[in-house]
């Protein structure tokens, strides 16, 4: 290839973006990064996992950032039993996520990246493409949109998020701001009409599907729709060429993966890169592409797994899938193991 200007080039100026680029600098890489600017997203509420906060910590953002920390998740299935309850220590963590909006993530991070920031296209040892899905990305869409709103409830809001397994599809609620952003996966005509229904109906809907956590719904505000579909390329590095975060697997948010997951995928990239003499060369990427595989593959089964079963509702199922909350609910050592493997990725494997 002729002679490079820069070690690396950064295609994407989104979270995983900025992240992979502020990670690169830091092992001593020149790094440019190049994208639009980001679109303002009315309402897009996002879950930090405890790791991702570490990373953000790493390339000196985190403190910039407010947020509601998660300390315990409450996990049951309507219209059948069983339940579990996660708690930071069963992790052996301070707090298992943070909730925030996307927009003053990017906001943080756009404003630390401004010096990496170009127009221009500099000739690069290695290409990194993190701009989001890809079109030639194999994709799978679900029957299920996602409503996603801003609901407060009577009275004071805890640090307990709640996810509820409905025959739509999951129903989770998170403490943000004093509320609770919801993030509701239902049929796209249902999620329609949700939607632009009035308040009262939108709030009596709700109560009905989240049970009796965390109360009564008592206002909404914000309300939007995205549509959900599983986007998976089929390698994630090409000739000096790397695909992570959306551009390499885009997932549902069920359990909140797929951010965390892109920014497991720019911290990863930049430690592989670190000694490296050639960010492009093959040999090096091929050792990422297999440091990544575990991870990513596991994220894409469990929430792909987790988005369509819920769908079923045979009461054989129902019963498997009570059975199998309690077994977590009872036994500490899976919970732990199902907690870090969520928050970690492969790193919690014993």
């Not at 897009?44 to 403190?63: C, F, K, N, Q, T």
């Not at 039993?81 to 301070?94: I, K, L, M, N, S």
């Not at 029957?143 to 599809?169: I, K, M």
């Not at 965390?214 to 998976?232: F, I, M, N, S």
């Amino acid at each position: 290839m002729p002679a490079a200007a820069i070690d690396v080039l950064v295609r994407g100026a989104g979270p995983v973006g900025c992240v992979a680029a502020l990670a690169l600098r830091g092992t001593g890489k020149s790094v440019r990064l190049i994208g639009p600017e980001a679109n303002q997203v009315r309402f897009r509420p996002i879950v930090l996992s405890y790791a991702s906060r570490l990373i953000l910590e790493r390339v000196g953002v985190w403190r910039a950032l407010a947020s509601t920390a998660i300390e315990t998740i409450h996990v049951s299935q309507a219209g059948g039993f069983g339940r579990t309850v996660f708690g930071a220590g069963d992790a052996g963590v301070p707090a298992l996520g943070y909730v925030l909006e996307y927009s003053a993530l990017v906001d943080v991070l756009r404003s630390s990246v401004q010096d990496l920031l170009t127009r221009d296209e500099p000739e690069a040892r290695c290409v990194v493409h993190a701009e989001g899905a890809a079109a030639d990305a194999e994709e799978k869409r679900y029957s299920q949109d996602a409503l996603v709103a801003s609901v407060r409830f009577a009275g004071a809001a805890s640090n307990t998020a709640f996810e509820r397994f409905t025959r739509e599809g999951p129903l989770a609620l998170l403490p943000m701001a004093g509320g609770y952003a919801v993030v509701w996966s239902m049929r796209p005509q249902r999620a329609r009409k949700l939607l632009s229904a009035s308040e009262r109906e939108f709030l009596e809907e709700l109560a009905g599907a989240a049970g009796t956590h965390p109360g009564r719904p008592v206002a909404v505000q914000e309300r939007a729709v995205q549509p959900l579909a599983l986007r998976v390329r089929e390698k994630s590095i090409a000739e000096r060429t790397v695909y992570i975060g959306n551009a390499a697997q885009t997932l549902h948010p069920v359990a909140g993966q797929g951010l965390n997951l892109g920014l497991r995928d720019a911290w990863d990239l930049a430690q592989i890169m670190r000694e490296a003499q050639d960010p492009g060369d093959a040999a090096l990427l091929q050792r990422f592409a297999a440091r990544r595989r575990l991870d990513a593959g596991a994220a894409i089964r469990v929430t792909d797994l987790l988005a369509r079963a819920f769908l079923r509702s045979n009461r054989p199922f129902n019963l498997l899938t009570g059975a199998a909350l309690t077994a977590l609910d009872i036994f500490p050592a899976p919970r732990r193991f199902f907690a870090r493997r969520m928050i970690f990725g492969p790193s919690a494997l014993p």
